[in-house]
């Protein structure tokens, strides 16, 4: 094959995917083999990809090459969530622009339009991840409405029904009047709103007085049924038992007495609404208040409203303030800070309301996923998050599970009357008439008598059991697949959905295979643009994933999400850091035709200089292997993808090659140029996970290889002893070359002019690199000497001072005001140390390796200040 001058990604990157896919290398079935298994974190179903998708997926993406490549059958299944919230949002949408209201529809005949939505839209998400290299298990792609995954959610619910978990009643509920729909506490947001506090009047019965209370719901004033006051205030107590008149209703309401009035709070007296707050209902349950719900579901006013009936919620508060003013009831309108719940999906203000709903109970069901994460069975990375999880879990309150929507999983409840408990539950309506027949002992119930629950389940009630329901696990708990994947390895997620999502899972993990779901969850950050703000399309701060990729490969982007991405903290993302990607491939590619350039002569010997940098390159490689092995070990891809870098960079490009390079135009030794071959395969082994189009590009270029060689199926390397005294020679040797080539260019020196070195060796130093410093510095003439060379060139290494002869004037005045800047920088530097050294804390609380450090480097500085006071003296 040919090789191009320059890596063009877009040449590179379709042919190796369509390669991969056309030999099913992404494909697992069980086998003898230890699985290691990832299930995607199902986005939804009409999605398109976003900055997050792209970290989280890039991350998977590099667990799972990295699982492959050590020998595990490594599973990662892809699949899509039915969003039930959002998608209908999006159908109810189209249908409006078609001029559709849902309200017209038969409920089949809007479900026959949202799955034509979803064939349509859905799945794009899983085309573009294909684009940023994700090696998914794409024959294993699940959607959470496919009909064995809604068979499970099905059958879950009826179990835990049957268990007596799951009930109905009446609840204050959170309801999104955008979407229609209950949501869940965590599914709301609090945000800080700038609002208005107004004083209201409310004359007592009978009398001239009256009481004010403060509200920032005036238009709620409608449905108040009582005026609460503190029975030990002093001021009301008077009051108790007597009636208050509601402004603009004009109805009487008693004034009751309740210990959850807090005497110092505001004016001291409260209205009582109990459809509209829940401190107000369950006071109104304490003192059988009157119900009185003025809301439509879409936030308009109903009747009980009056003359507001169909006006918005906050257009009604506006006008009601200016009827209150001119009835004289309005005292002060003050400004006022205040949360307020708003949807996570449409971002509409939260309404409390009274409705009829199912609920989950959760504190026995919690307490083995939080015993779990607790002791560390599952393990949360980073572990900070291990207090959010067990606050969350210690204080779970029961799930409201129903969703007032059309498009989910149908609650399989039927109703024979009209009683909020008049059902059954079943998985089919035959058999709900068998059960309803024995519930009610009539034998005369029909299924037209039966009504199935009009409402779905919560999403989240079906992606809780994505880990066991992907693998059929609930239908079939003792099936093949089940039992040899599950559970599975590593979950990567987002910390805000560690409740919604992830602790769920945990708890039906646990109710229904009796063990965890997964052994680590990895908590990625928020990424953010340069000055911190979340990246959202409505900020117009987030590129579009695919056209970066497009602009610069997807390697190079998924270097740069990576560089960046400590677990569990945020993602400061820079196009530079692409651009960083792209210089890097560059990089590679250019040591690439390097090698490929080179001759070979299997006759020639092997020179010292290509033999000893030969087992240090093999140390250096070891070094940097077992590093990144312990940082994948705690799920630090950034620090395991930067010491790759550092050492196809730094070690293999700048170092090795240069320390192997034959002379110009002429041959290499065969033994050397198969050890450079060995070791470049070796790095791309490394970088593979990472940056898997390139590194498979290069290693198809370097021989004809079998479907059986490809790089993505090839063997990890392994870890083995190495030389690390020969690494800190190198190191010593490495010091020595820098200075060479320092001097060369302060002194004008060409690289092609051979120079001479003497060395004054207080040390003892090992010879082992001479013929590498011989090699890079251009060294005619290498000795070691007695006393200091006159008229040389010094520079010390550690205790050894090296001397370089200079042919050529030195200019006396200038190399003084350059030995002089070094040595007070030098001296500044020393002092520093010396601080640290002499600061008892640092001493006292420092590792013995930290002191040791320190001391080492007081001691080169010293030793430095005297060689350069040294000069100075013989200039």
Not at 141 to 160: E, G, N, W, Y
Request: aromatic share 10%; net charge negative; charged share 25%.
């Amino acid at each position: 094959m040919s090789i191009p001058t320059h890596y063009n990604p877009e040449n590179v990157e379709d042919k190796w995917y369509a390669y991969w896919m056309a030999h099913n290398y992404f494909h697992s079935e069980p086998d003898e083999r230890e699985s290691y298994t990832i299930t995607i974190p199902p986005p939804n179903v009409t999605g398109v990809l976003h900055m997050g998708h792209m970290l989280n997926n890039t991350i998977q993406d590099v667990l799972i090459r990295r699982a492959r490549m050590k020998g595990y059958n490594a599973c990662w299944v892809p699949g899509t969530d039915h969003a039930s919230i959002a998608t209908e949002a999006k159908v109810v949408a189209k249908l409006k622009e078609e001029g559709i209201a849902k309200a017209d529809l038969t409920r089949s005949e809007f479900l026959e339009h949202a799955w034509e939505w979803t064939h349509k839209h859905g799945g794009i998400i899983l085309e573009q991840l294909k684009k940023l290299g994700a090696s998914c298990d794409w024959q294993r792609t699940k959607f959470t409405m496919d009909a064995d995954l809604s068979a499970s959610v099905i059958s879950v619910f009826i179990d835990l029904y049957k268990k007596g978990l799951i009930y109905r009643g009446y609840r204050m509920v959170n309801w999104d009047p955008e979407a229609k729909t209950t949501l869940s506490d965590e599914e709301v947001i609090h945000i800080e709103k700038n609002a208005k506090l107004y004083y209201v009047k409310y004359l007592i019965e009978a009398s001239q007085d009256y009481v004010t209370i403060a509200t920032t719901r005036p238009e709620t004033i409608l449905g108040d049924t009582a005026i609460c006051v503190n029975p030990n205030d002093a001021r009301f107590v008077h009051l108790v038992g007597k009636k208050a008149i509601v402004p603009v209703a004009n109805r009487s309401i008693p004034i009751i007495a309740d210990d959850y009035v807090d005497i110092e709070f505001g004016t001291g007296c409260l209205k009582i609404t109990p459809a509209h707050d829940q401190n107000d209902k369950e006071i109104g349950q304490r003192h059988n208040l009157e119900v009185i719900d003025i809301l439509n579901d879409d936030a308009t006013l109903n009747a009980k409203a009056l003359h507001y009936e169909g006006q918005d919620r906050f257009e009604a508060r506006k006008n009601i303030v200016k009827e209150l003013e001119s009835l004289g009831n309005l005292v002060k309108i003050e400004d006022y800070a205040t949360k307020v719940g708003t949807s996570e999906r449409t971002g509409a203000i939260i309404e409390p309301k009274i409705s009829a709903q199912w609920f989950l109970k959760m504190k026995d069901l919690a307490q083995p996923a939080l015993d779990a994460v607790m002791n560390d069975d599952v393990q949360l990375v980073p572990a900070k998050f291990k207090n959010t999880y067990r606050h969350w879990m210690e204080n779970v309150r029961d799930w409201n599970i129903s969703r007032q929507l059309w498009w989910g999983h149908q609650i399989p409840a039927y109703f024979y009357a009209d009683g909020v408990n008049d059902f059954v539950v079943a998985n089919s309506i035959e058999e709900a008439l068998i059960l309803a027949k024995e519930k009610t002992g009539n034998n005369n119930l029909k299924e037209t008598d039966l009504r199935q629950e009009a409402d779905v389940l919560d999403t989240w009630f079906s992606s809780w059991l994505w880990p066991i329901s992907v693998f059929d696990g609930i239908r079939y708990p003792e099936n093949k697949e089940i039992n040899y994947y599950y559970p599975t390895n590593d979950l990567v997620t987002a910390p805000e959905i560690l409740f919604f999502w992830v602790a769920r899972m945990i708890i039906a993990g646990y109710e229904y295979r009796g063990e965890k779901p997964f052994k680590n969850v990895y908590l990625t950050g928020i990424v953010r643009d340069k000055q911190g703000r979340k990246m959202s399309k409505s900020l117009g701060n987030s590129p579009d994933p695919i056209e970066l990729m497009k602009k610069y490969g997807a390697d190079n982007v998924r270097v740069g999400m990576i560089l960046t991405s400590p677990a569990g903290n945020d993602l400061p993302f820079d196009m530079e850091l692409c651009q960083q990607g792209r210089n890097f491939s560059n990089k590679i590619w250019n040591a690439f035709r390097l090698v490929k350039q080179w001759k070979v002569g299997e006759s020639i010997a092997q020179p010292e200089s290509a033999k000893v940098a030969i087992e240090w390159y093999k140390a250096k490689f070891q070094e940097a292997l077992e590093a990144t092995e312990q940082s994948y070990d705690k799920y630090r891809l950034s620090e395991a993808l930067m010491r790759i870098y550092k050492l196809v960079w730094d070690d293999f490009s700048s170092w090795f090659l240069e320390m192997v390079k034959p002379e110009y135009q002429k041959p290499m030794d065969g033994k050397t140029y198969k050890a450079v071959v060995a070791f470049f395969e070796d790095n791309l082994k490394l970088l593979h996970p990472f940056m898997p189009f390139i590194s498979e590009e290069i290693w198809q270029h370097f021989k004809e290889r079998t479907s059986e060689e490809a790089l993505i199926v090839t063997d990890y390397p392994k870890q083995e002893p190495y030389n690390k005294a020969l690494l800190q020679e190198f190191d010593n040797a490495a010091a020595v070359i820098t200075n060479i080539r320092t001097i060369r260019k302060d002194r004008q020196i060409s690289f092609k002019e051979n120079i001479d070195l003497y060395i004054l060796d207080q040390e003892n130093i090992a010879s082992t690199f001479d013929a590498v410093i011989k090699k890079l510095g251009n060294i005619d003439s290498f000795e070691k000497v007695s006393e200091k060379v006159e008229g040389a060139q010094s520079f010390r290494v550690n205790a050894t001072e090296y001397f370089i002869p200079l042919k050529n004037a030195v200019n006396t005045e200038e190399e003084k005001a350059k030995l002089t800047q070094e040595l007070n920088y030098t001296k500044g530097f020393l002092k520093s140390v010396q601080g640290k050294l002499g600061n008892e804390r640092f001493v006292n609380n420092a590792p013995a390796q930290v002191i040791a450090n320190e001391r080492k480097k007081e001691a080169d500085a010293l030793a430095k200040i005297k060689t350069l006071e040294e000069s100075l003296a013989r200039l």
